[in-house]
């Protein structure tokens, strides 16, 4: 692969990618900070994966900021092909031409001897009607063939189709999109790449390889705390950090959907234009509804509450044993029926653990679409993921 263009601004250290991103807002700690340096250094995408709201979009929007780059983005979907992430040919410009152009292409077969001869000549035409002019370019195309760098951030990959993932595996290894029509067309500038991923299901052990990967899960108090500050939420810093270890309690609960970064800062928020002076389990329970989205969640925070804020409060029976993120499967008199141990693990805790056994995956982790049941790889055309790639060239493995 090469370039013909250096990045704009380039990083000089992992210090100094941290400063730069923290001067768009963004909170990099040594890991993240590392990973990005050397992304933009060894020229890989890197691969985040992680919860909900821990700032893994954000991230590509903070380095296109700081890079000074044009960010183009690829939100992946189930059922998305590669017309809406490569490019598709413009049908409605190709049609209007010809309808512009009707009287030149009736000269074209004016004095032909037959309709097959007639075929022949349009056909002969085919490459001025299938050329770069009527290709309607999608974001990876765009990206390849932008004049200036970019940020390319595919967004939740876990969420295209396993045909979509192979497209990226030969773009991500090469750089390059060859279109039969039109030829190949390489990477001008290259692109930052940043994938992320939700966990919604295994990504191929082929795309983690070519990536940098990095597991971004809930930030630790200091962080988080610094995070809350830089949002400039109003809420007093003594009472920003007692909320931040109140959240980090409620994460312990073993709950459908855990709080993230962004509610965090959303509670802070409520809580100073209400004008707390105090974080009382009465107040928090108000306002719980910020962070907490399931009703059953509600109910075990709410329960988990008088506890969290005084860690010496009377706490109901039924509560032990919740604390301390373990899976289920440990035998407590209150163990969780079938159907709700598939939802209580939608936080994903006993997944991450096991994270490397293929086909583990269900519907409803982090929250992922569908029911309960274990989810369907879609049906995938023969043709799809090869539109853009002879047949020819080999496939990465
Ligand atoms: N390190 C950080 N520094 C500053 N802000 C952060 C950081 N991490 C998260 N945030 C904030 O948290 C919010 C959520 O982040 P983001 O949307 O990137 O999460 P995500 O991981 O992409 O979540 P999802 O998986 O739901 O898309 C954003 O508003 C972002 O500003
Ligand atoms: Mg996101």
Not at 19 to 31: E, T
Not at 217 to 246: H, N, Q, W
């Amino acid at each position: 692969m090469s370039t013909t263009t250096e990045p704009t601004q380039g990083f000089t250290d992992v210090e100094d990618t941290r400063a730069q991103l923290a001067a768009c807002g963004y909170l990099a700690d040594d890991r993240l900070a590392t990973t990005v340096f050397l992304q933009t250094r060894l020229e890989k995408p890197v691969l985040l994966e992680g919860p909900a709201g821990v700032g893994k979009t954000q991230l590509a929007e903070s380095l296109a900021t700081a890079t000074g780059r044009r960010l183009i983005r690829l939100q992946c979907y189930e059922g998305q092909d590669e017309t809406k992430a490569l490019y598709e040919w413009d049908y409605g410009k190709q049609l209007l031409y010809t309808q512009i152009l009707r009287e030149k292409i009736g000269q074209v077969v004016e004095d032909a001897a037959d309709l097959n001869e007639a075929v022949e000549r349009i056909a002969k035409q085919d490459s001025v009607f299938f050329s770069q002019r009527f290709l309607a370019a999608r974001p990876l195309l765009e990206a390849i063939d932008s004049d200036t760098p970019v940020v390319l951030l595919i967004d939740e990959v876990d969420r295209a189709d396993e045909a979509l993932e192979a497209v990226l595996l030969e773009l991500l290894a090469e750089f390059q999109i060859s279109i039969p029509e039109v030829g190949t067309i390489t990477a001008k500038t290259m692109p930052y790449v940043v994938l992320t991923s939700n966990n919604t299901r295994d990504l191929s052990a082929a795309l983690k390889r070519r990536c940098l990967h990095l597991f971004l899960d809930y930030p630790d108090a200091v962080r988080e705390l610094e995070i809350i500050r830089s949002k400039e939420t109003g809420l007093a810093d003594s009472l920003a950090a007692r909320l931040v270890d109140i959240v980090r309690g409620i994460r312990e609960l073993e709950l459908r959907k855990a709080p993230s970064i962004s509610e965090t800062v959303d509670w802070a928020r409520t809580l100073a234009v209400l004008g707390v002076e105090e974080l009382t389990a009465d107040v928090l329970s108000t306002t719980l509804n910020v962070v907490v989205k399931y009703e059953r969640d509600l109910k075990r925070v709410m329960d988990a509450l008088p506890r969290l804020v005084d860690p010496n409060a009377e706490v109901p029976d039924h509560l032990h044993g919740h604390g301390h993120g373990h899976g289920h499967g440990h035998g407590h008199s209150h163990a969780p029926a079938a159907e709700d141990r598939v939802e209580d693990d939608v936080d994903g805790r006993a997944e991450r653990k096991a994270k490397d056994q293929p086909g583990r995956h269900n519907a409803g982790y982090y929250g992922g679409a569908g029911g309960t049941g274990p989810r369907t790889a879609p049906a995938v055309s023969t043709s799809q993921g090869t539109r853009a790639f002879p047949s020819t060239r080999k496939r990465p493995v």
